[in-house]
Every structure is written in structure tokens, then in C-alpha cells.
Nanobody, 118 residues
Framework: VQLVESGGGVVQAGGSLRLSCAASGSTFSINAMGWYRQAPGKQRELVANITNNGGSTNYADSVKGRFTISRDNAKNTMYLQMNRLKPEDTALYYC????????????WGRGTHVTVSS
């Protein structure tokens, strides 16, 4: 499975962005997907994740009520709608997918930058 993120950019505080993560390859094997982020000088942290059928989602406390994760399996794409952005949301955002093809795997995209100016 290969993942490519898009949708990052520069936005003012209070604005919105929508990140996309397009999956290709053995997408039938994906069980769950999600987003992590890493700010300069900080550890990577989980932002949100979602199960294959979208029935279960999980969010970091810092983004609850502002971010929404979703996926369109017909398009093999996952989204992260980010509203009411704050400067502390500035980071490199990575998508990941976990699944199983004979053995379990976790694969990552290269990331997309989000910068929120105050």
C-alpha cells in the first residue's frame, strides 16, 4: 500500500484546511487509517484515526470538536477536515494505514505541511 498526502498549506488562525490521503496498491488489506503530526522539536503525536468502515473514530483531545476524519473507500481516500485552526496546529501531517497481507503492516505517507499563522 502506498499513501500520498495533499492539502497542506498556510492559513490564518481560525481558518480551515482539508487534508487528503490517497491510497494505492493492496487497499483491500487496509483495516484502519489515521493521521499523525509532528511539530518542530516535538514528538510525533496521533491526531485521529478511523476504522475501515468508518464506524469508529478516535481523536486527540487537542483537536476534538475542530477536526473531522473521514474516508471514502470507493476513492481509496481518507480526509482530515480541520476547522478553527490554531498556531499550535502547525506541523508536518502524516497519514498512515495498517492492515494485513499474510503479515501485519503499517505504512506511512511522506507528509504534508500545515502552517497556521497568528
Amino acid at each position: 500500500v502506498q499513501l500520498v498526502e495533499s492539502g497542506g498549506g498556510v492559513v490564518q488562525a481560525g481558518g480551515s484546511l482539508r487534508l487528503s490521503c490517497a491510497a494505492s496498491g493492496s487497499t483491500f488489506s487496509i483495516n484502519a487509517m489515521g493521521w499523525y503530526r509532528q511539530a518542530p522539536g516535538k514528538q510525533r503525536e496521533l491526531v485521529a484515526n478511523i476504522t475501515n468502515n468508518g464506524g469508529s473514530t478516535n481523536y486527540a483531545d487537542s483537536v476534538k470538536g475542530r477536526f473531522t476524519i473521514s474516508r471514502d473507500n470507493a476513492k481509496n481516500t481518507m480526509y482530515l477536515q480541520m476547522n478553527r485552526l490554531k498556531p499550535e496546529d502547525t506541523a508536518l501531517y502524516y497519514c498512515y494505514a495498517e492492515g494485513r497481507v499474510y503479515t501485519s503492516y503499517v505504512t506511512w505517507g511522506r507528509g504534508t505541511h500545515v502552517t497556521v499563522s497568528s
